[in-house]
Protein backbone atom coordinates (compact mmCIF):
# COMPACT_ATOMS: atom_id res chain seq x y z
CA UNK A 1 0.00 0.00 0.00
CA UNK A 2 1.56 3.14 -1.20
CA UNK A 3 1.69 5.44 2.30
CA UNK A 4 1.06 9.38 2.28
CA UNK A 5 2.74 11.41 4.63
CA UNK A 6 1.90 15.39 4.81
CA UNK A 7 3.91 17.95 6.47
CA UNK A 8 3.71 20.26 8.57
CA UNK A 9 0.78 18.59 10.39
CA UNK A 10 -0.41 22.23 11.98
CA UNK A 11 0.91 25.43 9.97
CA UNK A 12 0.22 28.87 11.64
CA UNK A 13 0.07 31.78 8.99
CA UNK A 14 -1.14 35.09 9.29
CA UNK A 15 -3.64 36.47 6.18
CA UNK A 16 -2.43 37.67 3.02
CA UNK A 17 0.96 35.58 3.27
CA UNK A 18 1.85 32.30 0.88
CA UNK A 19 1.94 29.29 2.24
CA UNK A 20 2.94 25.92 0.63
CA UNK A 21 2.47 21.91 1.73
CA UNK A 22 3.95 19.06 1.28
CA UNK A 23 2.67 15.67 0.36
CA UNK A 24 5.13 13.16 -0.25
CA UNK A 25 4.32 9.22 -1.62
CA UNK A 26 6.02 6.14 -0.28
CA UNK A 27 6.83 5.06 -3.94
CA UNK A 28 5.72 7.07 -7.23
CA UNK A 29 2.48 7.85 -7.90
CA UNK A 30 3.11 9.64 -11.49
CA UNK A 31 0.60 12.83 -11.27
CA UNK A 32 -2.69 10.55 -9.52
CA UNK A 33 -2.80 12.80 -6.75
CA UNK A 34 -5.71 15.00 -5.49
CA UNK A 35 -6.05 17.56 -3.26
CA UNK A 36 -8.83 18.82 -0.82
CA UNK A 37 -9.62 20.96 1.75
CA UNK A 38 -12.29 20.33 4.26
CA UNK A 39 -13.48 22.95 6.90
CA UNK A 40 -15.41 21.82 10.51
CA UNK A 41 -18.25 20.57 10.25
CA UNK A 42 -18.43 20.12 6.05
CA UNK A 43 -17.36 17.50 3.47
CA UNK A 44 -13.73 18.04 1.95
CA UNK A 45 -13.87 19.48 -1.19
CA UNK A 46 -11.70 18.54 -4.35
CA UNK A 47 -9.12 21.58 -4.88
CA UNK A 48 -7.02 19.80 -7.30
CA UNK A 49 -6.75 16.66 -9.28
CA UNK A 50 -4.17 14.98 -11.53
CA UNK A 51 -1.78 17.12 -9.34
CA UNK A 52 -2.08 20.50 -11.02
CA UNK A 53 -5.73 20.65 -13.00
CA UNK A 54 -7.43 22.72 -10.70
CA UNK A 55 -11.09 21.56 -10.43
CA UNK A 56 -14.07 23.86 -10.92
CA UNK A 57 -14.53 26.62 -9.54
CA UNK A 58 -11.50 26.47 -7.89
CA UNK A 59 -9.91 30.02 -7.64
CA UNK A 60 -6.60 30.71 -9.49
CA UNK A 61 -4.85 31.38 -6.40
CA UNK A 62 -4.20 27.75 -5.13
CA UNK A 63 -1.83 25.68 -7.16
CA UNK A 64 -0.45 22.18 -7.15
CA UNK A 65 2.69 21.07 -8.65
CA UNK A 66 5.08 17.71 -8.34
CA UNK A 67 5.18 14.62 -9.71
CA UNK A 68 6.37 10.75 -8.41
CA UNK A 69 6.85 11.14 -5.01
CA UNK A 70 6.65 14.87 -3.76
CA UNK A 71 3.80 17.28 -4.52
CA UNK A 72 3.29 20.81 -3.41
CA UNK A 73 -0.30 22.83 -2.83
CA UNK A 74 0.31 26.50 -3.13
CA UNK A 75 -2.04 29.07 -1.75
CA UNK A 76 -0.54 32.35 -3.20
CA UNK A 77 -2.29 34.94 -0.42
CA UNK A 78 -3.90 33.33 2.12
CA UNK A 79 -7.46 34.58 2.98
CA UNK A 80 -9.79 34.22 5.76
CA UNK A 81 -11.77 31.67 3.91
CA UNK A 82 -8.52 29.28 3.26
CA UNK A 83 -7.94 28.22 7.44
CA UNK A 84 -8.97 24.26 7.16
CA UNK A 85 -7.78 21.00 7.30
CA UNK A 86 -6.23 20.18 3.75
CA UNK A 87 -5.59 16.50 2.73
CA UNK A 88 -3.50 14.94 -0.63
CA UNK A 89 -4.79 11.65 -1.76
CA UNK A 90 -3.04 9.49 -4.69
CA UNK A 91 -5.20 6.91 -7.10
CA UNK A 92 -2.10 5.73 -8.65
CA UNK A 93 -3.61 2.12 -7.41
CA UNK A 94 -7.07 2.35 -9.23
CA UNK A 95 -9.78 1.98 -7.83
CA UNK A 96 -8.07 1.58 -4.47
CA UNK A 97 -7.06 5.05 -3.32
CA UNK A 98 -5.30 6.41 0.29
CA UNK A 99 -5.74 10.05 1.66
CA UNK A 100 -2.50 11.88 3.71
CA UNK A 101 -3.20 12.28 7.47
CA UNK A 102 -3.90 16.40 6.66
CA UNK A 103 -2.30 19.42 7.20
CA UNK A 104 -4.56 22.12 9.55
CA UNK A 105 -3.29 25.47 8.58
CA UNK A 106 -4.43 28.10 11.10
CA UNK A 107 -4.45 31.65 11.64
CA UNK A 108 -1.10 32.45 13.54
CA UNK B 1 -26.46 21.61 -9.37
CA UNK B 2 -24.76 18.42 -8.44
CA UNK B 3 -26.52 17.13 -5.27
CA UNK B 4 -25.47 14.13 -2.97
CA UNK B 5 -27.44 13.09 -0.21
CA UNK B 6 -27.47 10.29 2.14
CA UNK B 7 -29.60 9.19 5.02
CA UNK B 8 -29.76 5.93 7.13
CA UNK B 9 -27.11 6.92 9.80
CA UNK B 10 -27.24 5.95 13.37
CA UNK B 11 -26.34 3.88 16.46
CA UNK B 12 -26.43 0.37 16.25
CA UNK B 13 -24.48 -2.53 18.19
CA UNK B 14 -21.38 -4.26 17.16
CA UNK B 15 -22.61 -7.06 15.52
CA UNK B 16 -25.55 -5.36 13.74
CA UNK B 17 -26.14 -3.99 10.29
CA UNK B 18 -27.10 -1.14 8.85
CA UNK B 19 -27.96 0.91 5.43
CA UNK B 20 -27.16 3.80 4.07
CA UNK B 21 -28.20 5.48 1.35
CA UNK B 22 -27.45 8.34 -1.38
CA UNK B 23 -29.73 10.16 -3.64
CA UNK B 24 -28.50 12.09 -6.46
CA UNK B 25 -29.56 14.90 -8.35
CA UNK B 26 -28.85 17.12 -10.67
CA UNK B 27 -26.25 15.15 -12.91
CA UNK B 28 -26.69 12.04 -15.04
CA UNK B 29 -25.91 9.85 -12.09
CA UNK B 30 -25.61 6.67 -14.88
CA UNK B 31 -22.54 8.11 -16.42
CA UNK B 32 -20.48 8.30 -13.39
CA UNK B 33 -18.46 6.11 -10.76
CA UNK B 34 -19.54 6.44 -6.88
CA UNK B 35 -17.82 5.99 -3.84
CA UNK B 36 -18.25 6.08 0.09
CA UNK B 37 -15.53 7.69 1.95
CA UNK B 38 -15.71 7.72 5.90
CA UNK B 39 -14.08 9.85 7.89
CA UNK B 40 -13.65 8.45 12.14
CA UNK B 41 -14.11 10.89 14.76
CA UNK B 42 -11.40 13.64 14.63
CA UNK B 43 -9.29 11.25 12.25
CA UNK B 44 -8.43 11.62 8.25
CA UNK B 45 -10.73 10.68 5.26
CA UNK B 46 -10.57 6.34 4.26
CA UNK B 47 -11.53 5.15 0.56
CA UNK B 48 -14.63 2.33 1.83
CA UNK B 49 -15.77 1.21 -1.74
CA UNK B 50 -16.78 2.35 -5.16
CA UNK B 51 -18.49 0.94 -7.98
CA UNK B 52 -18.66 0.98 -11.87
CA UNK B 53 -21.10 3.27 -13.65
CA UNK B 54 -23.57 0.30 -14.33
CA UNK B 55 -22.87 -1.64 -10.92
CA UNK B 56 -21.08 -4.24 -12.97
CA UNK B 57 -17.38 -3.65 -11.20
CA UNK B 58 -17.37 -3.23 -7.35
CA UNK B 59 -14.27 -3.13 -5.29
CA UNK B 60 -14.08 -2.59 -1.18
CA UNK B 61 -11.17 -1.93 1.37
CA UNK B 62 -9.84 -4.72 2.69
CA UNK B 63 -11.13 -4.40 6.30
CA UNK B 64 -14.76 -4.11 5.05
CA UNK B 65 -14.83 -6.60 2.24
CA UNK B 66 -17.50 -9.04 2.93
CA UNK B 67 -19.17 -7.27 5.06
CA UNK B 68 -20.02 -4.29 3.19
CA UNK B 69 -21.78 -4.18 0.27
CA UNK B 70 -22.14 -0.83 -2.06
CA UNK B 71 -24.73 -0.99 -4.92
CA UNK B 72 -26.79 1.37 -6.92
CA UNK B 73 -30.13 1.72 -8.64
CA UNK B 74 -29.86 3.91 -11.84
CA UNK B 75 -33.37 4.37 -12.34
CA UNK B 76 -33.81 5.97 -9.02
CA UNK B 77 -30.62 7.50 -9.10
CA UNK B 78 -29.71 6.14 -5.79
CA UNK B 79 -26.08 4.68 -4.32
CA UNK B 80 -26.74 2.46 -1.26
CA UNK B 81 -23.84 0.46 1.15
CA UNK B 82 -24.98 -2.30 3.46
CA UNK B 83 -23.42 -2.78 6.48
CA UNK B 84 -22.94 -6.10 8.31
CA UNK B 85 -21.01 -7.17 11.16
CA UNK B 86 -19.97 -3.95 12.38
CA UNK B 87 -17.13 -3.40 14.20
CA UNK B 88 -16.53 -0.13 16.75
CA UNK B 89 -13.78 0.70 14.43
CA UNK B 90 -16.81 1.56 11.94
CA UNK B 91 -17.87 4.75 13.48
CA UNK B 92 -17.48 7.27 11.57
CA UNK B 93 -19.13 9.60 9.30
CA UNK B 94 -20.03 8.18 5.87
CA UNK B 95 -20.15 10.27 2.54
CA UNK B 96 -21.03 9.29 -1.09
CA UNK B 97 -19.01 11.13 -3.36
CA UNK B 98 -18.76 11.03 -7.54
CA UNK B 99 -15.44 10.39 -8.88
CA UNK B 100 -13.94 12.38 -11.69
CA UNK B 101 -14.13 10.60 -15.14
CA UNK B 102 -10.97 9.20 -15.89
CA UNK B 103 -9.29 10.06 -12.17
CA UNK B 104 -10.56 8.47 -9.07
CA UNK B 105 -10.56 11.73 -7.19
CA UNK B 106 -14.19 13.24 -5.79
CA UNK B 107 -15.80 16.35 -7.32
CA UNK B 108 -18.97 16.15 -5.45
CA UNK B 109 -19.55 14.98 -2.12
CA UNK B 110 -22.46 14.77 0.07
CA UNK B 111 -23.18 16.13 3.75
CA UNK B 112 -22.22 12.87 5.15
CA UNK B 113 -24.30 10.76 7.26
CA UNK B 114 -23.17 9.37 11.15
CA UNK B 115 -22.82 5.80 12.11
CA UNK B 116 -21.95 4.98 15.54
CA UNK B 117 -20.97 1.56 16.37
CA UNK B 118 -21.24 1.51 20.39
CA UNK B 119 -22.55 -1.39 22.61
Known amino acids: EIVMTQSPATLSVSPGERVTLSCRAS??????LAWYQQKPGQAPRLLIY???TRATGITARISGSGSGTEFTLTISSLQSEDFAVYYC??????????FGGGTKVEIK | EVQLAESGGGLVQPGGSLRLSCAAS????????MAWVRQAPGKGLEWVAN????????FYLDSVRGRFTISRDNAKNSLSLQMNSLRVEDTAIYYC????????????WGQGALVTVSS
Open chain 2, 97 to 108: AREVPGATAYDS
Open chain 2, 26 to 33: GFTFSTYW
Open chain 2, 51 to 58: IKEDGGER
Open chain 1, 27 to 32: QSVSSN
Open chain 1, 50 to 52: GAS
Open chain 1, 89 to 98: QHYKDWPRVT
